[in-house]
């Protein structure tokens, strides 16, 4: 049996993160290195990768380093959904298959349990459903009381959810002839062609599983997701510090800390796990790395600056700043005095814009998303849930308060006037105010 994991789509809310979800590093491997890593677990050897034009290069380095598993690849010339990309893998997709999203990150169990269900009620498919609590902007499933498929509700309007049932991308399909001929058959004008032609072969009597999963699972639909995705490897990794590390003495580092190669951690920082610091990074004087923060190779976290649960990409430097519950691109560059807020004064859950729609993020605190390349001046304040487009640059003493688009600059530009100096100092007050001063120390000491 293949996996066959979709790496062809375009991720059109996570601006400004520009790079494909499946191409984030955690702990020093791609999201997709991870995925092929967990269907492994679970017994896969067998891989179909369909990606796209942009993406193919990446995907071909990634695969050629890795031994022991067959892969094929196939091309998706554009991002038209799964459907699409099923038809473009057509010549791969004999037997069966379980098809997959890998910016989906969960457990290996939601294999086992396809697999388990596979083995004991036979179906043409088999759908991985999770039960939610609040809105999810995805599939819902409508099952009947033996848990099949009645119909599938592609991205209702908050509040007219058919059921608290959500579709998770981890299907296993058995007949992929039969599924490729209702795709063919299917008409609309929306992106849900692979759904409607689930619905179609239900509505033709062809039966479908929904196996209830309740194990890990945090989709990557926005760019905040990337922090709990974090989190979860964090929480899952085992402690790691090479010896080719350079720490001094006057340094601390405690809890679960792991650390690439050729880190350089100078006195008196501070490193409290867990932790993830990127190959030949440098921890400078007096920094403090907190709890959940995921810092990328080649970086300089300089002196004085804190960096509490955020994930920062390659080859970014800092100078006593602050940066909280945040996402930095690649390269990035701050002034000393850069402080990102993560936290309101009303303690309320940060919204963030998204595509021109206001975007509840369920989170009280969450400090600024920002793009490749981008700089800051000195003093630059950034408020919560603010969005910073790649290769920007807010300049020095601005507070944004609102989101920056790509290639753009902001700058303060105060109007100074130059006049005559009209204070004159008192002399009679100064010396007044040093004899007091005398007089309160001499009364110490006696």
């Not at 993560?342 to 859950?349: A, I, L, M, T, V």
């Not at 600024?368 to 910073?388: E, L, Q, R, W």
């Not at 007091?436 to 110490?444: A, Q, S």
Request: aromatic share 8%; net charge neutral.
């Amino acid at each position: 049996m293949k996996v066959v994991f979709l790496c062809g789509g375009v991720g059109r809310r996570m601006f400004p993160i520009t790079e494909d979800k499946f191409l984030f590093n955690f702990l020093g491997k791609t999201l997709l290195q991870h995925q092929m890593e967990r269907a492994r677990e679970a017994g896969f050897d067998r891989f179909v990768i369909i990606g796209n034009p942009s993406n193919m290069r990446q995907i071909t380095e990634i695969v050629g380093t890795l031994s022991g598993v067959q892969i094929e690849l196939a091309l998706q010339r554009e991002a038209r959904g799964i459907a699409d990309a099923l038809k473009s893998a057509q010549p791969f997709l004999t037997g069966n298959f379980v098809v997959v999203s890998p910016n989906d990150v969960f457990a290996v169990s939601a294999y086992t349990k396809l697999l388990q269900e596979h083995a004991t009620k036979p179906a043409t498919s088999y759908l991985l459903g999770c039960e939610v609590s609040s809105y999810f902007p995805g599939g819902y499933l409508v099952v009947d009381s033996a848990k099949e498929l009645k119909s599938i509700v592609e991205k209702p309007e908050p509040g007219h959810e058919p059921s608290n049932l959500v579709n998770i991308l981890v299907h296993l399909h058995t007949a992929p002839e039969k599924l490729l001929r209702y795709i063919d058959s299917v008409k609309t004008t929306r992106d849900d062609v692979y759904e409607c032609a689930l619905d179609k072969l239900v509505k033709d009597g062809w039966k479908i599983k929904v196996v209830p999963y309740a194990d890990f699972w945090m989709p990557i639909k926005y760019p905040w997701h990337i922090l709990g995705v974090t989190k979860h490897f964090l929480d899952r990794a085992q402690p790691q510090i090479p010896a080719s590390a350079t720490i001094s003495q006057k340094a601390m580092v405690e809890g679960k800390v792991i650390m690439g190669e050729n880190v350089t951690v100078l006195e008196n920082a501070v490193i409290r796990g867990p932790v993830y610091i990127g190959p030949n990074c440098l921890i400078g004087t007096n920094a403090l790395v907190r709890e959940y923060s995921h810092i990328g190779a080649d970086c300089v976290i300089g002196y004085c600056t804190e960096v509490k649960g955020s994930y920062i990409g390659d080859g970014c430097w800092f100078h006593s700043s602050y940066i909280g519950d945040s996402i930095v691109g690649k390269n990035c560059s701050f002034g000393a005095g850069t402080i990102l807020a993560n936290f309101r004064f009303d303690e309320q859950s940060i919204a963030v814009s998204v595509a021109g729609e206001i975007v509840d993020t369920g989170l009280d605190k969450l400090g600024a998303i920002i793009g490749d390349g981008c700089m800051t001046g000195v003093n630059v304040s950034i408020m919560p849930g603010t969005k910073i487009g790649p290769n920007s640059i807010v300049g020095s003493h601005v507070c944004l308060t609102k989101d920056l688009g790509p290639d753009k600059m902001i700058l303060a530009e105060p109007h100074y006037r130059i006049v005559p100096n009209p204070v004159t100092s008192d002399e009679a007050k100064r010396k007044e105010l040093k004899k007091n001063l005398e007089k309160l120390g001499r009364d110490r000491k006696g």
